[in-house]
C-alpha cells in the first residue's frame, strides 16, 4: 500500500478513535459498493431505449 495512503488512513483512524483496521475495512465497503451499484452509461442509455421502442411488448410479457 502507498504510504501516503496508509498515513491518511492512520491519521482518520486517530481522529475518530478507531482502530486502523475498521477504517479500511469500510474504505473498502464503500468503494466495492460504489463499483457494485453504478451501471455503465451506455448501458442504461441502451434499456432506455429499448423500453421506449419495445415498452409495450414488456408489459404484456410481464402479465
Known sequence: MDD?????LREIAAREGRA???VVAEALQSYVAAHRTRPRS???AHLEASIDEHGELYRRLAE
Open 42 to 44: 451506455e448501458v442504461l
Open 4 to 8: 501516503a495512503v496508509l498515513a491518511g
Open 20 to 22: 486502523l483496521e475498521d
